[in-house]
């Protein structure tokens, strides 16, 4: 029989047990370098009472007017609430084409049914499970309405609204794809045109807008209600909106932030950003009244095209003509890959097939259905095309023999109907034999990123001990706890979605709260 001490002991001496340390006291620790401290952490001086130079009431003020603030402050003053609008630049905030909502009279016309559960989770698995999964349910099982509440604008407007890439090519199957891509896409051929939308139906609800008029501080005294906001106008005024119900941020995300990017974003700040106006104005304010932002690092959306077919599967080698991966993914997910290959340049290769060939590339962010005559003048014009491999690799500037071989190799494995390299399917591999032979360069650029504050499931901001910031809410990018990791492209337009989405929300509870 063993003792207690002896089976101690027993268990104590197994492979790989290693007793417990004590840490050193960490007074004691001189390697530690104290967190860096950046300027945006420090608040800013109150803005003295003497300088304000109007004060305007209201009992909602939203701030930013990108779409998730368009919304904001529409659906507030649909519920009857007097409501302002500021934007610090001239005119609204849109960019894009695509919104993603599920469960729309436009998707019930066109039989498109989907499993909300599967993309919910899906979702979650695509973002390591770290997204709070109550509010990627609140957009599934509630966009379908919002949905139809911007069609009810847009249709008025006459604002045409397709959903994108529908119906989808016949080599196009969810249940076979590497990368599965769902029918939520709402697209409208300007999303500009949708902002000015909402815009013009706002004006007519009753509300009153403040363009290039800045924010500056939000009112909150301690533990208090958030009480509204001081800004700035054109003529350097300060002006002091009061909000008898609250206050909502919209104000986009942080990309042109240096600072913000190194300590948030760190593996993309060398990006240049595209929204030069997104610098992190309302994430700032709401850490300086006690927000906390959600754990780092935070999610770029970068697109970008593989080159002149933008993501279609054709061969993709780096500036040492080598292959370098399954080259049947979604825009994003290419530009994954080409970050990682020298000088982050990748090249696109195809032969004169092509036209023939994009129906069988499936579906995907950036994928092309039909070689429409637009895309053949892109292909002309941008790419580099020759009537020998050997002529196409030196245009290309790629070491011949390398490039040779990587194409031999190539055609090889399509003609064998089976991808040992990189498991491509063999239905989007095609011999590159039929010339004039073409290549493109790859390109990207950052678009947002997709990191905000932490909130609860009434879009409510919390401070470090989880509790709630009164009288204050957000939407768009500035509400953290959506995605991780990687920007999801299964769902074209889910940003968008999202920021219609949560902005609606968001000026319904600041009413109703």
């Given at each position: 029989m063993i003792r207690p001490q002896q089976e101690k002991k027993i268990i104590n001496t197994r492979v790989g047990y290693l007793p417990p340390l004590k840490p050193p006291p960490v007074k004691n620790r001189k390697d530690i370098v104290p967190e860096r401290i950046y300027n945006f952490e420090i608040p800013s001086d109150p803005v003295p009472f003497s300088e304000i130079k109007k004060y305007i009431d209201a009992e909602v003020v939203v701030v930013g007017a990108g779409i998730a603030g368009l919304s904001a402050a529409l659906s507030a003053a649909e519920a009857g609430t007097k409501t302002i609008l500021?934007?610090?630049?001239?005119?609204?905030?849109?960019?894009?084409?695509?919104?993603?909502?599920?469960?729309?009279?436009?998707q019930a016309k066109l039989g498109i049914k989907i499993d909300k559960d599967e993309i919910i989770l899906n979702l979650m698995k695509y973002g390591a499970n770290k997204p709070d999964q109550r509010l990627i349910r609140m957009w599934a099982e509630g966009s379908g309405k919002t949905a139809d509440w911007l069609m009810d604008m847009t249709d008025t407007a006459g604002i045409e609204v397709i959903i994108k890439q529908y119906p989808p090519p016949p080599a196009f199957n969810n249940t076979t794809e590497y990368y599965p891509q769902y029918h939520v896409t709402h697209h409208y051929r300007n999303e500009r045109l949708v902002a000015k939308c909402l815009l013009d139906n706002a004006i007519k609800k009753g509300v009153v807008t403040?363009?290039?008029?800045?924010?500056?501080?939000?009112?909150?005294?301690?533990?208090?209600?958030?009480?509204?906001v001081i800004a700035q106008n054109e003529a350097g005024e300060y002006l002091q909106f009061n909000a008898a119900k609250a206050v909502i941020l919209c104000t986009g995300d942080y990309g042109n932030n240096a600072e913000m990017m190194a300590k948030y974003c760190p593996q993309s700040a060398y990006l240049a950003p595209m929204i030069l106006t997104s610098t992190g104005d309302g994430h700032i304010m709401a850490m300086w009244i006690g927000g906390v932002m959600e754990p780092g690092p935070h999610t770029p959306m970068i697109h970008g095209p593989a080159g002149p077919l933008l993501s279609a599967a054709y061969l993709q080698v780096n500036l040492l003509g080598k292959r370098f991966q399954n080259e049947d993914v979604p825009i994003q997910s290419n530009v994954n890959a080409v970050e990682r290959q020298p000088n982050r340049i990748a090249w696109q290769v195809f032969d004169s097939k092509y036209p023939a060939e994009l129906p069988y590339h499936g579906l995907g962010l950036g994928k092309i259905i039909i070689a429409t005559g637009k895309i053949r003048q892109e292909v002309s014009q941008?790419?580099?095309a020759a009537n020998s491999i050997e002529e196409l690799a030196v245009k290309m500037k790629l070491p011949i023999v390398t490039f040779k071989a990587t194409v031999k190799r190539y055609n090889e494995l399509a003609r064998s109907g089976k991808d040992l390299d990189f498991g491509k399917r063999s239905d989007r591999m095609s011999p590159i034999d039929k010339p004039p032979y073409y290549a493109g360069k790859s390109g990207y650029s950052l678009l947002t990123v997709l990191g905000g504050l932490n909130i609860n499931d009434r879009l409510q901001p919390l401070d470090k001990n989880w509790e709630v910031i009164p009288g204050i809410y957000l939407a768009g990018n500035t509400m953290g706890n959506r995605f991780s990791i990687d920007y999801p492209t299964m769902c074209p337009g889910l940003s968008h979605g999202m920021a219609i989405h949560y902005g609606r929300i968001a000026g319904l509870n600041a009413v109703y709260q």
């Open positions: 500021l934007e610090k630049t001239a005119t609204v905030q849109a960019r894009g084409h695509d919104n993603a909502f599920i469960g729309s009279r436009l403040y363009f290039k008029t800045r924010a500056k501080q939000l009112l909150r005294k301690g533990k208090d209600r958030v009480t509204g941008v790419a580099i």
